[in-house]
């Protein structure tokens, strides 16, 4: 790909056309989300079916990094549990991707190089110096300094190691695309959220609708307002012809590499031009995640949720924005108990998450609205070319169905079931949680080495890149920090035990 | 098309003629945010008399 551009974004909308997949990546990630999920569930009845999933710890000793995540698997020891979930994951990714039609040998050979580096790279950022947090972390390892990226917010170390590999080793990178999958990780991830958030917010459901409810001024503004804003600069200001304004619009305002693939093909643009807007989407996105979040630390460090809105509504891409929410829930929750504030976890992300999955919702909406006016009043097509209302559905992110579905088995079991069983469930979710902590680390190292940093340097990609800059931090941070401000500020997360 | 070449993207992207703001995109333009500054002050209105509380 020296001086061709096309990239390898992987997305659940390809092609300009819809297509009629039995499976796609969004039902792959809700079938493989769904069975984590419910496989975590087994310890309810006391069948520990995922304890052997690896967990890692903050650490000052190697010897006392990781270990499974349920004493119930005591005696595999940390390796043991990591080579089983190396295992685990490899095998039931394969099966995935094999029903997507994907060369299961060449993935499974990638996957053991995208799990066995991503994995590195969180196992390094756990080190105390750059992960430790508070200061009881610092008396427990006996430092006297460190990064505070904390355990999630040690991911950043994942992302700057496949960033490293897109841009220095660009044919191992190459060689690795077959597993560098964001989209599927962060949607599996996103399922088994689903379960997390609602344990998580089962005991305060009056405030958590409330948040939720507020969650619709993240649409309006993702789609009425940023859209309208972005089409306009990037057609009168830019000069863009309108089969590259739409994508950009999308992909700037909404939600990044989805919905500038499915708009795109709403209005029938050519294939590669929303695929290629694409790959800048997630160039930013990773400039933002690197650096939003710690912003966001230093300033809103007493405003958690609205920390935690402004992730989901200004970083782009489902994959950056989830992932910015972990970390910022995680930065600013440590920056707290060094405070002596100690929040429940969880609020933050689930605010990021819930936002995000909010404005995913309507892609499938706003991309027939889009297509209806193109093709009958713009680009004014034959009737068998029109867009048609069934295209809501075909270009509905389905992995949302998995989000739910999650989140109402979660609140049933927290709220609905006897003490006992409602006792066991937290520790039940927290298996299927370290698995998605494990699907957060594969996505941040995935972005890293699908964001190629070098298109932004090469000739043609100028205007592409100035309107990007303009758009974003010129008005889609701010907006979406005044937004956020408005709808969040001094609501906090409930304090924890 | 499956790529383009730097010439090609060039081209497109500096070269090619300015397509003018139909009637059609002014007025989505238009509706879009209008509909949406309204909604959001209605949206700001209910959080201000119904506010989160924990």
């Not at chain 1, 659940?12 to 819809?18: C, E, H, M, Q």
């Not at chain 1, 069975?35 to 079916?49: C, P």
């Not at chain 1, 996957?111 to 610092?138: D, K, Q, R």
């Not at chain 1, 093909?265 to 695929?275: C, L, M, N, Q, T």
Request: proline share 4%.
């Amino acid at each position: 790909m020296s001086n061709a551009y096309a990239t390898d974004v992987n997305s659940p909308d390809t092609t300009a056309p819809v297509t009629a997949a039995v499976l796609n990546e969004d039902w792959l990630a809700v079938i493989l989300g769904l069975a984590i999920f419910i496989l975590g569930l087994g310890a309810v009845a006391n069948v520990d079916l995922i304890g052997w999933v690896v967990s890692t710890s903050v650490w000052g000793n190697v010897s006392n990094a990781i270990s499974p995540v349920s004493k119930n698997y005591a005696s595999l020891g940390g390796v043991g549990a990591l080579l089983a979930t190396y295992v685990g994951l490899t095998l039931v990714l394969s099966a995935g991707v094999a029903a997507l039609k994907t060369d299961v040998k060449k993935f499974a050979l990638a996957f053991t190089a995208v799990f066995w580096l991503a994995y590195a790279g969180w196992f390094i950022g756990n080190y105390a110096n750059f992960a430790a947090a508070t200061p009881a972390e610092f008396q427990k390892f006996g430092i006297s300094w460190s990064l505070r990226l904390t355990n999630e917010g040690a991911f950043i170390f994942a992302l700057i190691l496949g960033l490293i590999i897109a841009n220095v080793f660009p044919r191992f990178a190459a060689a690795i695309k077959e597993a560098v999958r964001p989209e599927l990780y962060i949607k599996i991830a996103i399922v088994i959220l689903g379960g997390v958030i609602a344990v998580t917010v089962a005991g305060r459901l009056g405030f958590a609708t409330a948040v939720i409810v507020r969650g619709i001024a993240a649409i309006v503004e993702a789609y009425l307002i940023y859209w309208a804003v972005v089409y306009f600069i990037a057609r009168k200001w830019f000069g863009f012809p309108r089969e590259w304004a739409v994508p950009l619009a999308s992909g700037i305002s909404i939600c990044g590499i989805s919905a500038a693939i499915a708009t795109g093909g709403a209005i029938r643009a050519r294939p590669v031009v929303p695929i290629l807007v694409s790959s800048l989407v997630l160039v930013f996105s990773v400039v933002e995640l690197l650096i939003l979040p710690f912003v966001a630390q230093g300033f809103l460090s007493h405003e958690p949720l609205v920390a935690g809105a402004w992730m989901g509504l200004a970083v782009k891409t489902d994959g950056a924005a989830v992932a910015a929410g972990g970390i910022t829930d995680a930065l600013i929750l440590a920056k707290n108990a060094a405070e002596g504030v100690h929040y429940q976890p969880g609020w933050i992300l689930g605010t990021a998450a819930v936002i995000k999955v909010f404005i995913d919702i309507f892609i499938g909406v706003w991309a027939f609205v889009l297509g209806y006016i193109w093709t009958n009043h713009i680009n004014v097509t034959r009737d068998a070319d029109k867009a048609k209302a069934s295209e809501i559905w075909q270009r509905f992110p389905k992995f949302i169905i998995g989000f739910v579905i999650t989140f109402a088995i979660g609140l049933y079991f927290a709220l609905g079931t006897s003490a006992d069983v409602a006792k066991s469930v937290p520790g039940a979710i927290a298996e299927a949680n370290s698995l998605r902590l494990i699907f957060f680390v594969l996505t941040f190292f995935s972005i890293g080495v699908l964001s190629d940093f070098r298109l932004l340097w090469r000739e043609g990609f100028g205007k592409l890149v100035a309107v990007y800059v303009v758009s974003l931090f010129g008005f889609v941070i701010w907006v979406g920090l005044l937004i956020s401000w408005i709808f969040f500020h001094g609501v906090t997360p409930p304090l924890g035990s | 098309m499956t790529h383009f070449t730097q010439t090609e993207l060039d081209n497109e992207l500096h070269r090619a003629p300015v397509e003018p703001l139909l009637p059609v995109e002014k007025k989505l333009i238009i509706w879009s945010l209008s509909v949406g500054l309204v909604l959001l002050a209605v949206l700001a209105a209910v959080n201000h008399f119904f506010p989160v509380t924990t």
